[in-house]
C-alpha cells in the first residue's frame, strides 16, 4: 500500500493528513476553512487519492497559516507515499472545462519543485475566501511534494468555475502520473536511475 500519514504542528496551526495513493477517491476533509474543504474534496475525488485532513488554526488572524500548512502537509504525504517512485508513470496533463472556465495543468513528479501559476482570478474573494490563497496552497503541495507543476487559466471569468476547475485539473493531471505503469513497473521512470 502506497500510504503515508503527516502530522504538522507549529505555534499557528496543527495539521494531520492521511493519503492512499491506490485508493478510490474517498474524502474526508475538516480544515476548518469551508469553501477549501471543498477544493480538497475536489482534488481527492477525481485523483482517485483517498484523503483524510484534520486541521486547526489561528483562524482569528486569517485561512492563510491553515491553507499553506495543509499544503506543506499534503505535500509531504504525497512524496512519502511515493517513496522511491518505481514504477509510477511520473507525468500528468489536463484540460479541464467547468462551465465557461478552462484550466491546463502539468505537471511531473520529478523531485524538481517549481511552480508556473497563470491563473488570473478576477475576485479577491469567493465567499469569505481569499483567493490569493489558491496559488499559497499549490505554491506548498508543490514544494514539499517534489512537483514541477504549471496551472494555466484557458479561459473564465467566473472566481469559483476558475479555482475549482484548476483543483480538478491538478486532480486529473495526478491520477495517472501516481499509476504504476504496467509496461515498467520495476524501474525508476528516468535514465538517471532515481527521482
Not at 485523483?47 to 505535500?75: C, F, K, N, P, Q
Not at 486532480?171 to 520495476?186: F, G, I, M, S
Request: glycine share 8%; net charge negative.
Amino acid at each position: 500500500m502506497r500510504t503515508a500519514k503527516i502530522s504538522r504542528s507549529t505555534a499557528e496551526t496543527s495539521i494531520s493528513v492521511e493519503i492512499n495513493l491506490d485508493g478510490t477517491g474517498v474524502y474526508d476533509n475538516k480544515t476548518g476553512v469551508g469553501f477549501f474543504d471543498h477544493m480538497l474534496d475536489q482534488l481527492s475525488r477525481h485523483s482517485l487519492i483517498d484523503m483524510t485532513i484534520r486541521a486547526e488554526g489561528d483562524y482569528h488572524i486569517d485561512d492563510h497559516h491553515t491553507v499553506e500548512d495543509t499544503g506543506i502537509a499534503l505535500g509531504q504525504a504525497l512524496a512519502q507515499a511515493l517513496g522511491d517512485k518505481k514504477g509510477i508513470r511520473r507525468y500528468g496533463e489536463c484540460h479541464l472545462a467547468m462551465d465557461e472556465a478552462q484550466v491546463r495543468c502539468a505537471l511531473d513528479l520529478s523531485a524538481r519543485p517549481f511552480l508556473v501559476w497563470n491563473l488570473d482570478i478576477p475576485t479577491q474573494k469567493i465567499g469569505t475566501f481569499d483567493t490569493e490563497l489558491v496559488r499559497e496552497f499549490f505554491t506548498a503541495f508543490a514544494t514539499h511534494g517534489g512537483i514541477t507543476l504549471h496551472v494555466d487559466k484557458i479561459h473564465g471569468f467566473n472566481s469559483h468555475h476558475i479555482v475549482e476547475a484548476a483543483f480538478k485539473s491538478v486532480a486529473r493531471a495526478l491520477r495517472p502520473a501516481v499509476e504504476t505503469d504496467p509496461r515498467k513497473a520495476d524501474a525508476i521512470p528516468s535514465t538517471k536511475g532515481a527521482l
